[in-house]
T-cell receptor, first 113, second 113 residues
Framework: AQSVSQHNHHVILSEAASLELGCNYS??????LFWYVQYPGQHLQLLLK??????LVKGIKGFEAEFIKSKFSFNLRKPSVQWSDTAEYFC???????????FGSGTRLQVQP | NAGVTQTPKFQVLKTGQSMTLQCAQD?????MSWYRQDPGMGLRLIHY???????DQGEVPNGYNVSRSTTEDFPLRLLSAAPSQTSVYFC????????????FGQGTRLTVV
């Protein structure tokens, strides 16, 4: 069975700092990759997704992620965070052709003004 | 444009009680699923359905039942609530064909005392 690891559980940054959240997955086949964000008290919203093609994908709110197949990684980045980015971020994968998602444990990001 | 609607938003149950969490989607998605979210564990798949009349177990199915009589609705039943089922429950739906992401409901925060 596939698994997803998010190594940063809690990250605290100041506004304008750069962000990189790690995500590694274990699965031998082709996968679809996602980053979801959950703002306090809200449901999960899609930040960005990767199915195939250009390994650098851009999402909403200035976020981007890079798929490195050789490292089984899909790290999330943002050059300059804002206070409004305070949220929990989840990496998720599913094997191509399947719909069930496997989630990482999440990273809580706290941005201080 | 409702998307995925879950009711109720909050619920407190006594140990041993039963209840049904409702989930409805208006996007004509074939695939629907239920996850539970617990601190430090991300989201874990409880049950899923690939279409009306078809359901299957996910990672943590014990203590829960589902049915799928229509494309729109996918209720989750707790047969005899236990404190270990205190969690936040999310319903999601996904289009079956093509490459697409899951859309999540607002969640149900359940406390079992």
């Amino acid at each position: 069975a596939q698994s997803v690891s998010q190594h940063n559980h809690h990250v605290i940054l100041s506004e304008a700092a750069s962000l990189e959240l790690g995500c590694n997955y274990s699965y031998g086949g082709t996968v679809n990759l996602f980053w979801y964000v959950q703002y306090p008290g809200q449901h999960l919203q899609l930040l960005l997704k990767y199915f195939s093609g250009d390994p650098l994908v851009k999402g909403i709110k200035g976020f981007e992620a890079e798929f490195i197949k050789s490292k089984f990684s899909f790290n999330l980045r943002k050059p300059s965070v804002q206070w409004s980015d305070t949220a929990e971020y989840f990496c998720a994968v599913n094997p191509t052709g399947r719909r069930a998602l496997t989630f990482g444990s999440g990273t809580r990001l706290q941005v201080q003004p | 444009n409702a998307g995925v609607t879950q009711t109720p938003k909050f619920q407190v149950l006594k140990t041993g009680q039963s209840m049904t969490l409702q989930c409805a989607q208006d996007m004509n998605h074939e695939y629907m699923s239920w996850y539970r979210q617990d601190p430090g564990m991300g989201l874990r798949l409880i049950h899923y359905s690939v279409g009306a009349g078809i359901t299957d177990q996910g990672e943590v199915p014990n203590g829960y039942n589902v049915s799928r009589s229509t494309t729109e609705d996918f209720p989750l039943r707790l047969l005899s609530a236990a404190p270990s089922q205190t969690s936040v429950y999310f319903c999601a739906s996904t289009r079956t064909g093509g490459r697409t992401e899951a859309f999540f409901g607002q969640g149900t925060r359940l406390t079992v005392v």
